[in-house]
């Protein structure tokens, strides 16, 4: 577990008692697992916290950084984090018990479905890097440990034919910020980053004078890899523009966001945290542009593998959402 992870882990074992309720005689502590700070959970995760805060009485709410998204899975089995943002994919693993959930299944329930998260194969042109196939021999970071960016990275690389172990000159596992800075110093030729757009570290390597940078196309692998790990996954585009010289559209594969709990929250609980944060959805789209993809019609039958809370099906079925 990177330093940052265990960081976080501490931060909130400090501020949470592991009983499910997350009451203390003080009132209420919910610690919010969110991502790396080049990420959008994070703000996004701040501006939840501070909605949450402000508007159920007795509550505070406070943001943990992570390593991402299995991280956060594995904090809230361990009931260090009462409240998390995750990809559907490390909770579909952690749902079944699978890869690095391995004989340690976590009762996750989808509470909300969010926005879309857009995974982010990130070169120069420098590096000559036209396709996944060509990273091979090259210098890549493959996403921070604990991170649904490497589980993706990891299926990505394995459907483009090559081994994560062995094609590569050297495979770091940074998080997006570390990567920019690599890829600034000469240090490495590409990154993996799974995240709502535009993100500030791409945005940032962008921007950077004397590097054009460049986003690689992968949609193409998309079928090859949800046939063997089940429809999570779609394609969808980064249009041009997006970010700094981004002159083409980037063909990609795509997942979806979700906040989630343990299935042992509390219904009145849920139904709190859900009513506050669906009636502070226009405040959440002002801390981040991916804060507009919270809508009525991404809320989906089951998260696409992972399980409604009863009391957040209940939710939305109230506000009118088709859940089949």
């Keep these: 577990m990177s330093q940052i992870t265990r960081r976080a882990t501490l931060g909130a074992a400090a501020s949470l008692l592991a009983a499910p309720r997350l009451v203390r005689a003080q009132g209420m502590q919910l610690a919010i697992a969110t991502g790396t700070t080049g990420g959008v959970y994070y703000p996004l995760g701040g501006g939840l916290a501070n909605i949450l805060s402000r508007t159920i009485p007795g509550m505070s709410a406070t943001v943990e950084v992570t390593g991402g998204s299995v991280a956060n899975n594995q904090l809230l089995g361990a009931g260090r984090v009462g409240l998390i943002f995750s990809q559907v994919d490390a909770s579909v693993d952690a749902v079944k018990g699978e890869d690095r ?14 926005y879309t998260n857009r995974m982010q194969a990130v070169t120069t042109a420098a590096s000559g890097i036209q396709s996944i196939q060509d990273m091979k021999g090259k210098r890549i970071s493959s996403g921070a440990p604990g991170s649904a960016t490497e589980v993706m990275a990891f299926r990505l690389i ?29 240090k490495l030729d590409a990154y993996f980053f799974v995240s709502g757009v535009p993100t500030s570290a791409v945005t940032d390597l962008a921007a950077s004078p ?55 929250m509390p219904d009145d609980m849920v139904t709190k945290i859900l009513e506050s944060t669906w009636n502070g959805r226009a405040e959440l789209a002002q801390v981040h542009a991916e804060g507009r993809g919270f809508t009525l019609e991404r809320q989906k039958t089951a998260a696409a593998g992972v399980p409604w809370h009863p009391a957040a099906e209940a939710f939305w079925k109230k506000q009118g959402a088709n859940l089949g």
Excluded at 158 to 186: H, Q, Y
Excluded at 230 to 259: C, H, K, R, W
Aim: aromatic content about 6%; hydrophobic content about 40%.
């Design 158 to 186: 394995e459907a483009a034919g090559l081994d994560r172990d062995k094609d590569f000159r050297a495979r770091e596992r940074l998080s997006p910020a570390e990567s920019t800075n690599a890829v600034k110093d000469g």
């Design 210 to 264: 004397g590097i054009t940078m460049r986003l690689v196309d992968h949609a193409d692998l998309v079928p090859k890899i949800t046939a063997k790990y089940g429809p999570v996954y779609f394609p969808e585009v980064i249009p041009a523009g997006t970010y700094p010289g981004q002159t083409t559209d980037n063909q990609q594969m795509s997942v979806a966001n979700i906040l989630a709990v343990m299935d042992t």
């Design 101 to 114: 959930f391995r004989g340690r299944p976590v009762k996750v329930r989808a509470i909300a479905v969010l």
